[in-house]
């Protein structure tokens, strides 16, 4: 199946700081997605983004899908900001489930 | 958009019990679902897929006989984890997406399963 790849493993950002996300992919894909988890768990759905760029507030997203790869934009994080940040691809092999990466742990401080 | 509703969130079960969980579309058909299972601070592992009207389809390593799975409607998929362990103890997710390709994929809120 793809391999998915996101980096950095974790962060720690202070208030008011601006990031990057990666998420790199082996293949080429028909769907990829950018989730956040919040403490409870629940998948939080940000970006549905198989190619371009796409803004939602503070948080943009942008996919070059010939050099796989997806970086996902956070601009005056916030403390609610905190969470894991999962990139997830389309993998045909699969029936066509999301198959996740590993995610990036970000905690955001006062 | 599309809204996926699991139920239940919490259940906590005594070894060897069955345990059945339920995941809705509620606003779309879903002739596809998928069921997830994470580990703590770790990502979400894909366990079988779920066609309306037809066998589950499983990944590899993922028992079909302790994990069933069931999709007798367009809106409903259930997973019954039977004679629980406490290794089955785990956070449980179902996926569904309005459409078959290429498009957005959306998550219930989960179950956090635990089996003592």
């Known amino acids: 199946g793809i391999q998915v790849e996101q980096s950095p493993p974790d962060l720690i950002l202070q208030e008011g700081a601006n990031s990057t996300l990666r998420c790199n992919f082996s293949?080429?894909?028909?769907?990829l997605q950018w989730f956040h988890q919040n403490p409870w768990g629940q998948l939080i759905n940000l970006f549905y983004?198989?190619?371009g760029t796409k803004q939602n507030g503070r948080l943009s997203a942008t996919t070059v899908a010939t050099e796989r790869y997806s970086l996902l934009y956070i601009s005056s994080s916030q403390t609610t900001d905190s969470g894991v940040y999962f990139c997830?691809?389309?993998?045909?092999?699969?029936?066509?489930?999301?198959?996740f990466g590993k995610g990036t742990s970000l905690l955001v401080t006062p | 958009g599309a809204v996926v509703s699991q139920h239940p969130s919490r259940v906590i079960c005594k070894s060897g019990t069955s345990v059945k969980i339920e995941c809705r579309s509620l606003?779309?058909?879903?002739?596809?679902m998928f069921w997830y299972r994470q580990f703590p601070k770790k990502s979400l592992m894909l366990m079988a897929t779920?066609?309306?009207?037809?066998?589950?389809?499983?990944e590899q390593g993922v028992e079909k006989d302790k994990f069933l799975i069931n999709h007798a409607s367009l809106t409903l998929s259930t997973l019954t984890v039977t004679s629980a362990h406490p290794e089955d103890s785990s956070f449980y997710i179902c996926?569904?997406?309005?459409?078959?390709?290429?498009?957005?994929?959306?998550f219930g809120q989960g179950t956090r399963l635990t089996v003592v």
């Open positions: 997830a691809v389309e993998d045909s092999n699969s029936g066509y489930a999301l198959n």
């Open positions: 996926s569904a997406r309005d459409g078959t390709l290429n498009t957005e994929a959306f």
């Open positions: 983004i198989p190619s």
């Open positions: 779920s066609n309306e009207g037809s066998k589950a389809t499983y």
């Open positions: 293949d080429s894909v028909n769907n």
């Open positions: 606003d779309f058909q879903a002739t596809t």
